[in-house]
Structure formats: structure tokens, C-alpha cells
């Protein structure tokens, strides 16, 4: 089950160009990924949060995708930055606490849209999409799904710039409401700035909207096939252990293998690398609520005798080195350490 959700819409214009406004495009690019996926991928159950040019609040958005009981959230959008129209590129975005002010504007910007909807104060809790002190209460959050966020999120990244031919500005993390909202693996894609003159031609062209579309759905089949390699590996080696002798449904096997494509339970990805800090190392497993955490969320992993306190992760090693400069006041020794598929590796 693939949710596709089309930014902006109505009233609700987005980034503005020259000649034309992001809802459009997001939808003429959204409906297109989604034709190629049915095309390509019949098994594949598709959502939208929106087909026509009307307005969907960025909860109502996520609470779709949710209720679907989806697999992957794919948010499509533009990008724009004033003053600046030299600037273009492709940037996807996964959830996460950024310290870089240009990936939190990117995030205001597009958050802000909930200024449209009615009750925003309430339905948001107070969240105000424009003040930087409120995208701290994300540092709290812990994200179930950011592994594989990521990892599609690259993979989208690397058909954009290979398929789409735009300029790589690479995975980034922010604070998106949409996709803090969402619980299932999502990512947010700024297919280019419609700010530049030259992308926002590109944009509104039938040309660039296939390519574009086509780089997501490429993006999407090789997700899909690394998904269903894995469900298939994991189905053999359980059915393995249960039955060691028993060899003739086989048939049988790979059917219930291909209806589980998708499921989230598969949380390993390839050669994804992922940068914690580590803050400190105990004896003996701590409370939560333990005041040496100092009321950080802190993840643990269990090494010899200790359990090691992180705080933190990103794939981003510059967003880590941030996040760890911001609590050395706090952990004076804290560092970063790295994993790659969940195993911890030595620093590179
Ligand atoms: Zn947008």
C-alpha cells in the first residue's frame, strides 16, 4: 500500500514561479508516479490524499495514509527560496531534528501551510510553524521508521539526479508535520526550486514532469524489489527452522511471499549508515526516567558488559557533529559512533 500525497492544493497555492505555482506540478508529477506504479506494480495498492486542486490539511493528509494502514508515505513538492534564483537542485526529506537553518526553513515554509486551516491552533497543539523553539519538542520524538525513511529517501535522491538529470542537494533531515504525523516510512521530495527560472521551466514541462515521475518510480521498484527480497530471505530461513524436511509447497510459500510485499516489519537496509552519540556507558540498565540521562531520550545498545547510552542519529555525519556540540554541555564526553546495517563499525 503506497500513499501519494500531492503538496498544497486549493487556495492553498505553495511556492509560487514565474509562471506557475508548486500544487500543480505536485499534482501533474504525484499522478504520473502513480501511473507507472500501477503500470508496473498491479499488486501495488495506491492512495491519494488528493486527485483534484483542492485543499487537505497536513493532518488530514497523514491521517489518511495512516487509516490506509500504509507502507510508505511519498510527499511530493517544490521548492523555493527568495532572492535566490540561481539556486536548483532535487533535496529529499526524511523526519528528523536538523540544526542546519536551511533545512529548518524548507521546513517552516512548508509547515506554515497549516495557517490555512481552520482551528490550527488546536489541531496542532500550539505548534507554531514559524518559530524555530518549536521544532525543539522534536529532539524528543523517537522515529520507528527512519532506517527505512532513508533509505528510500536515497534511493529517490539518486533517480532524481540520474533519471531526472537535476542537481543533488542530497538526503536531508527536518522537522515536516506531515511527516512527523504519518506512522509509516515517508519521505518529503523538493523535486526542484520554482524559484529558478530554469528548473521551474523544467517543472511545468510535460517532459520534465515524466522524467521526474519516472525517477520516483524507478526509486519505488527498487525499494520494492529490496523489500521483497528480504520478506522472501526471511520467509525461507523461518520456514527453514520450523521445517527442515518439508520442501513441497514451495508454490505455496512464494504466493504468501509476494501478498507480504511491502509489510514494515523488515527494518535492515543495505549499506545504510547511520551516526549516533553516544553519551554514556552503564553497568547496569538504567530507568528511563534515570537522572544520569538528564531527561534526554536516550536509545541504548549493549556492548560486553555495558549498556551505551545515544543520544540522536542521523545519516548525516555534519547533522550529528551539530547535534552533539548542542549536548557536550550536558555530556561532556559524549562522541559519535557509527552503525551500518544496525551493527556498530568503527569510525570512518
Ligand atoms: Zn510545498
Known sequence: MLVI?????????????????????????????????ADEHPDVKIVYTRTKDVAVGLDERANIANKANANLFVSIHANSIKGKSAISGAEVFTFGVTRIEENLEVAKMENSVILYEDNYEQKYEGFDPNSAESYIIFEFMVNLYSEQSNNFASMVQKELVKTAGRKNRGVKQAG????????MPSVLIELDFISNQIAENYMLSQTGQRSMARA?????????N?????????ATESAAAQQPEETQDNDKQERQISQNTLEPEVKTASATVVYKIQILASIKKLPTNSRELKGYKADYYVEGKYFKYTYG??????EINELRKKIVKDFKDAFIITFENGVKIPNK
Do not use: C, M, W
Open 5 to 37: 500525497d500531492p503538496g498544497h492544493g486549493g487556495r492553498e497555492t505553495g511556492a509560487i514561479g514565474k509562471k506557475g505555482k508548486e500544487k500543480d506540478i505536485n499534482l501533474a508529477v504525484a499522478k504520473l508516479f502513480g501511473q507507472y506504479v
Open 313 to 318: 542519529e542521523s545519516q548525516n555525519f555534519n
Open 176 to 183: 515536516f508535520l506531515v511527516l512527523r504525523k504519518s506512522s
Open 216 to 224: 520516483i518510480g524507478n526509486a519505488f521498484t527498487n525499494y520494492k
Open 226 to 234: 529490496e523489500f521483497d527480497r528480504k520478506e522472501k530471505r526471511t
